[in-house]
């Protein structure tokens, strides 16, 4: 069976600071993953996409970077936080070469002050 | 792009009643439609999906409606417990966007004793 796993749960870093969020996902070769972004009571944004490795489309302009250094890991970094920054990051990944059911991994809960 | 609205904001249900959320969207060339629950300070997670070469589908207690002509679909919930309370967001895949989930707003439903 496949498994998602985000880390950190949560975290609570200063305007200005670095940020570095991960994923990885076990028991599927080659899948198709994403970072998407949901402001707080707000809708989900897609941010990035990856079909293979070493290789990241955005979506969105948020001063975000995503990379994905191996098949199955996927980060999400910025150097500089902005409060805007603050929200729920998911990851998730897809099967296959078409962007349909998604798996989401339990989230990261960000708070910039 | 892309634009998914979400019509009903929050929608207040007795247990037992039947809910029903409407989606809309503007891009003809949307194929799949799925939608997602996110339960209180959770994740999100698949509850059903309908792709664009039939006009329903129903999966135990969940029914979704798709009318390609008037670029809407819905999700009908009958026989309404206590752990459908949650957040369903509509989305709209356009493979000539990439391959792009647009996501609605979200409806917070809320399953009365």
């Known amino acids: 069976a496949q498994t998602i796993h985000q880390w950190p749960v949560a975290e609570i870093k200063a305007v200005g600071s670095p940020l570095s969020l991960g994923c990885t996902i076990k028991?599927?070769?080659?899948?198709?993953l994403y970072w998407y972004w949901q402001a707080t009571g707000g809708t989900l944004q897609q941010l990035f996409y990856s079909i293979t490795v070493g290789q990241v489309e955005s979506v969105v302009q948020l001063n975000l970077s995503a990379s994905r250094p191996k098949d199955d890991q996927f980060i999400l970094s910025t150097e500089k936080l902005l409060l805007s920054h603050s929200g729920f990051y998911l990851c998730?990944?897809?099967?296959?070469?078409?962007?349909?059911?998604?798996?989401f991994g339990h989230g990261t809960k960000l708070s910039v002050l | 792009g892309e634009k998914v609205e979400q019509h009903e904001s929050t929608l207040s249900v007795r247990e037992g009643d039947s809910a029903v959320i409407n989606c809309t969207y503007t891009d003809t060339a949307s194929s799949y439609f799925p939608w997602y629950k996110q339960e209180a300070g959770k994740s999100l997670h698949f509850v059903i999906d309908?792709?664009?070469?039939?006009d329903r589908k129903q999966s135990q207690r969940l029914t979704v409606l798709l009318d390609k002509k008037a670029k809407r679909f819905s999700l009908h919930i009958t026989a309404t417990q206590p752990e459908d309370s949650a957040i369903y967001f509509c989305a709209a895949l356009t493979n000539s966007a990439g391959n792009k989930l647009t996501f609605g707003i979200g409806t917070r439903v809320l399953v009365r004793p």
């Open positions: 998730a990944w897809s099967p296959g070469i078409s962007n349909e059911r998604l798996f």
């Open positions: 309908i792709r664009s070469n039939v």
């Open positions: 028991g599927k070769s080659s899948p198709n």
